[in-house]
């Protein structure tokens, strides 16, 4: 079934096609989440919100690209949560130590680019993974992201050229460093 008539039929339908859109949408926004925040439990706390508002608000959608509506609800939800996390470590609140999950786990992607993703800007590492990961094209990218494919295109040129410098510097400086110090570089 093509993406269109999934969008038209999750318009007006009800519970069998929120089944079907998580169905089909899940694991990937799952996987996108995880890749911007890098904690998977708050990945799934977002996702299953994304799901929420998205039937919710299913009569506001036009029913013609249901994934980028999807990725672009959860790409806000995500830097949303970015900021509140940040706010509650300035405000000193003792946060509990997060369990930092391997966004990447099925491709093996080592820890020390795990290191150097988690030192990314949260929009730069999603733009990565959409575009690396999931390869969409830059045209399919602005749909999400409401940017030319050119400003993506830069924007994308700058964060991989980041991350390139960022796993030079953890080659030559992070030998047989602690996780806990990146995890928190994180937040």
């Known amino acids: 079934m093509s993406e269109t008539k999934l969008g038209v039929r999750f318009i007006a339908g009800g519970e069998d096609e ?7 949408y899940g694991e990937k926004l799952l996987r996108y989440a995880t890749s911007i925040l890098c904690n998977y439990h708050d990945a799934e706390d977002i996702v299953s919100q994304v799901f929420f508002v998205a039937y919710e608000k299913r009569a506001n959608f036009d029913g013609e690209n249901l994934s980028a509506w999807l990725y672009k609800i959860t790409h806000t939800r995500c830097l949303n949560h970015l900021k509140k ?3 509650i470590f300035f405000a000193d609140i003792k946060n509990p130590k997060e369990e930092s999950v391997n966004p990447f ?3 093996e992607i080592g820890e ?16 990565l993974y959409k575009r690396i990961i999931d390869e969409f094209s830059y045209e399919e990218l602005s749909k999400i992201y ?18 390139v410098e960022l796993l030079s510097a953890e080659k030559y400086n992070m030998k047989g460093s602690d996780c ?8």
């Open 146 to 163: 409401h940017k030319s494919p050119t400003a993506l295109r830069k924007q994308y040129e700058r964060a991989k050229n980041k991350l």
């Open 112 to 127: 020390d680019i795990l290191i150097a993703l988690s030192r990314l800007k949260a929009t730069d590492r999603a733009l």
């Open 18 to 24: 929120l089944g079907e859109v998580i169905e089909v």
């Open 180 to 187: 806990d110090e990146y995890k928190c570089k994180q937040i």
């Open 105 to 107: 786990e099925q491709n």
């Open 85 to 87: 996390r940040k706010l």
